[in-house]
């Protein structure tokens, strides 16, 4: 404990894991921004999982959970934030509702609102365009190699 409380990036990074394991997910991720902050490598790579994660469980629990119950209101609620964080299943995932209350042409049937897709088509953008930059451009034509 004197470890964490002299803010020790490495401690911090424990503890942060050991909180993960115990499923004390919100726990564990502020322990390991603190020790990211602080320089803890270890910790900027958990909580680059740990942020892709939270895309992919929002699909999952939109696409596969809240649909498949009937939820269709729960489930496009969860589809919005992925798309938000720029989750490209979830931004189609939308597109397929938006279409198909289009299609139904019934008033009030829309799953999800033309603004509501707008906003969110523009959310998913500016998400994928704030992961670009010139290092992972190169990387990826290294990799393609």
Known sequence: MK???ANDPIALYFMGTHRYQEGDYEGACEYWKKAAELGGAESHFKLAGFYCGEKEAR?????FRDFANGRADAA???LIIGANLGHDDSIKALKGCYIKALKMGVAGYELIS???F???L???QAAIDA???PHR???AKFCAE
Do not use: M, W
Request: aromatic share 8%.
């Open 3 to 5: 470890r964490i409380e």
């Open 59 to 63: 699909f999952h629990l939109g696409f």
């Open 76 to 78: 496009v609620k969860h």
């Open 114 to 116: 033309k603004e509501n």
């Open 118 to 120: 707008a906003a969110a």
């Open 122 to 124: 523009r959310a998913h």
């Open 131 to 133: 992961t670009k930059s």
């Open 137 to 139: 451009e190169a990387a």
